[in-house]
């Protein structure tokens, strides 16, 4: 009788993985035929269900909160350098025709982001670890390819159809329903999102170096930086299987064959 108690949830497990397999897959297909577009940019079909005014909306807002809960930084010679490096990288991007704003963090921590209403801020942690403005713009013209890649469109319509199926799946798993949705919660995150989100990293890297060598940059100077990078913060001891971010030599040697084979 104890076999028999230990081993039927166990079973209804496995059931329930593979109607998440099926629902997943179900709701992928459907979804694909509804926002499957090709990128010329990227070379490749996107799925994007998504609406853009909505993702723009949410940028605003997230854009908005951001500058209410960090502390800005006022230093004029920053600002500049940033607002000077990203126009030169927005025009080599073809982006000219949207209204860019950037905004300069105080924080230690190397670091940049976008949005894609057009909003981007960078860390006074990275302004002070860059040696050069072709490293500052490695930096940015990772980030303004996101936005040509239209990366957080495509992440965001798959992080809802992800949540769409362990949805549907936990609803009907009876008895095992919490369960089943928090296992199915980090199968979904390590297998379908954050490869999603490292493949994204690598496209931005490659476009960012193609948009700083349009706008005059040294493209050998996006190996330096990464390299300062992989210097400058500790990731020892977490797998590249669950980060959202390449790892530091698989980004270094990836940059390195596509500039040799651009020949940049």
């Not at 854009?63 to 010679?77: E, F, M």
């Given at each position: 009788?104890?076999?028999?108690?230990?081993?039927?949830p166990?079973?209804?497990?496995?059931?329930?993985?593979?109607r998440?397999?099926?629902?997943?897959?179900?709701?992928?297909?459907?979804?694909?035929?509804?926002?499957?577009?090709?990128?010329?940019?990227?070379?490749?079909?996107?799925?994007?269900?998504?609406?853009?005014?909505?993702?723009?909306?949410?940028?605003?807002?997230?854009?908005?909160q951001?500058l209410?809960?960090?502390?800005?930084?006022?230093?004029?010679?920053?600002?500049?350098?940033?607002?000077?490096?990203?126009?030169?990288?927005?025009?080599?991007?073809g982006?000219?025709?949207?209204?860019?704003?950037?905004?300069?963090?105080?924080?230690?921590?190397?670091?940049?982001?976008?949005?894609?209403?057009?909003?981007?801020?960078?860390?006074?942690?990275?302004?002070?670890?860059v040696?050069?403005?072709?490293?500052?713009?490695?930096?940015?013209?990772?980030?303004?390819?996101?936005?040509?890649?239209?990366?957080?469109?495509?992440?965001?319509?798959?992080?809802?159809?992800?949540?769409?199926?362990?949805?549907?799946?936990?609803?009907?798993?009876?008895?095992?329903?919490?369960?089943?949705?928090?296992?199915?919660?980090?199968?979904?995150?390590?297998?379908?999102?954050?490869?999603?989100s490292?493949?994204?990293?690598?496209e931005?890297?490659?476009l960012?170096?193609?948009?700083?060598?349009?706008?005059?940059?040294?493209?050998?100077?996006?190996?330096?930086?990464?390299?300062?990078?992989?210097?400058?913060?500790?990731r020892?001891?977490?797998?590249?299987?669950?980060?959202?971010?390449?790892?530091?030599?698989t980004?270094?040697?990836?940059?390195?064959?596509?500039?040799i084979?651009?020949?940049y």
């Amino acid at each position: 009788m104890v076999n028999l108690m230990i081993l039927k949830p166990v079973q209804s497990a496995r059931e329930a993985g593979h109607r998440t397999r099926k629902v997943i897959l179900a709701l992928t297909g459907a979804a694909a035929l509804a926002g499957c577009a090709y990128n010329d940019t990227l070379g490749r079909n996107q799925l994007v269900i998504v609406d853009d005014s909505a993702l723009i909306q949410a940028s605003e807002a997230a854009w908005r909160q951001t500058l209410q809960t960090q502390k800005i930084s006022n230093d004029r010679a920053m600002n500049e350098r940033v607002r000077r490096v990203g126009d030169r990288l927005v025009q080599a991007a073809g982006l000219q025709n949207r209204t860019w704003t950037y905004a300069v963090f105080d924080d230690s921590t190397p670091n940049a982001f976008v949005l894609p209403s057009g909003h981007m801020g960078v860390t006074t942690g990275l302004l002070r670890l860059v040696q050069n403005d072709d490293q500052l713009a490695t930096v940015i013209g990772h980030e303004v390819a996101h936005v040509i890649g239209r990366h957080a469109a495509e992440r965001s319509s798959t992080s809802g159809l992800t949540q769409l199926a362990l949805g549907a799946l936990q609803s009907g798993a009876g008895d095992y329903g919490q369960a089943v949705g928090g296992l199915g919660g980090i199968g979904a995150q390590l297998g379908i999102l954050l490869p999603f989100s490292r493949k994204h990293e690598l496209e931005a890297d490659r476009l960012g170096v193609d948009y700083m060598v349009r706008a005059g940059y040294r493209a050998s100077e996006s190996i330096a930086l990464w390299q300062l990078m992989a210097a400058a913060q500790n990731r020892a001891g977490r797998p590249e299987f669950a980060s959202t971010h390449p790892s530091d030599q698989t980004r270094i040697a990836a940059l390195q064959a596509y500039i040799i084979e651009r020949g940049y």
